[in-house]
């Protein structure tokens, strides 16, 4: 099977009071989208360097949030309230330290912050999430090489069926002119018609576009069995296989010639499309 990577994914990872979430889509270059929780901006070097040294491109969303576990919610006090509040009520005639501490902002849920937690951990997790966000791109790629190989197979088809329709050009061209000439009762020498057949041939040789043709097709072939990034690569030679095929398409002088590039253009398309989601 082609091996090669989509630029499209999702994965997920969980410690016990985090999750780790990891997705991806198509973009001309490596784009990272970092969410990170408050006070945690410290972790944006590995998480970038992680994602650097497995994906060549797409846009990358990587995202850390923090759930506390069941029976492990933290609090926090916060004295200087308090002890305002405390002030304030001594002045008035005293107050109930419970009634204080039931008031809101007295008693806050609290996350352990950075100083508190130990980063291995959660950067495991995040290794844990970033291979599965590249299986999943992978599980993906090979659906797309599997559809991009038989795209191939077809436009080599049809390459090789536009040469054999071309050899045929100059004798189709030379039955043509002396139907024309016939039809006019005109007397022209063989050896004018002949020279007259040769003109229109050499207008409408492709031989020098169907070699190019070939070669760009086992240029595409060769990428996608080379186990690299090769979107970008890829679009190029789309680009130089349809001039390629536009050019052939104005040097027809056969309808069946014609046909057949319009039936490669329409595969073509199809190829293209499904080689924008490629890494």
């Known amino acids: 099977m082609t091996p090669l990577s989509s630029m499209t994914g999702f994965a997920s990872a969980a410690g016990p009071d985090w999750s780790w979430e990891a997705r991806s889509v198509n973009h001309r270059g490596l784009d990272l989208r970092l969410r990170l929780p408050s006070g945690w901006d410290g972790l944006e070097p590995q998480v970038r360097q992680a994602v ?6 797409g846009s990358v969303t990587v995202e850390l949030r923090f759930e506390p576990a069941s029976g492990r919610q933290r609090y926090r006090v916060d004295e200087a309230w308090l002890d305002e509040l405390a002030d304030v009520a001594g002045r008035r ?11 809101r902002g007295v008693i ?3 996350d352990p912050g950075p100083e508190e937690r130990d980063e291995a951990p959660l950067l495991a997790t995040l290794e844990e999430v970033l ?5 999943a791109r992978r599980t993906e790629g090979r659906a797309l090489g599997a ?3 038989a795209h191939l197979i077809a436009m080599r088809g049809q390459a090789r069926a536009a ?9 189709a061209l030379r039955d043509r002119l002396a139907a024309a000439v016939a039809a006019l009762d005109a007397d022209l020498p063989e050896e004018r018609l002949a020279q007259e057949v040769a003109l229109l041939a050499a207008k409408a040789d492709v031989r020098e576009e169907l070699d190019r043709l070939d070669a760009h097709l086992e240029a595409v072939a060769a990428l996608l069995v080379s186990g690299e990034a090769v979107g970008r690569k ?3 030679l789309c680009q130089e296989i349809h001039r390629e095929a536009n050019t052939l398409g104005s040097k027809s002088a056969d309808l069946d010639l014609t ?3 319009l039936e490669l253009k329409a595969v073509l398309e199809a190829f293209r499309e499904q080689a924008r989601n490629v890494e």
């Open 52 to 57: 650097q040294s497995r994906f060549a491109r």
């Open 234 to 236: 890829l679009d190029f």
């Open 163 to 171: 040469r054999d329709l071309a050899a045929s050009q100059p004798a």
């Open 131 to 135: 291979d599965g966000l590249l299986e």
């Open 108 to 110: 806050e849920a609290a």
């Open 147 to 149: 559809a991009l190989d």
């Open 259 to 261: 046909r057949t590039v």
């Open 93 to 103: 005639g005293g107050g109930n330290i419970a009634g204080l501490m039931a008031l």
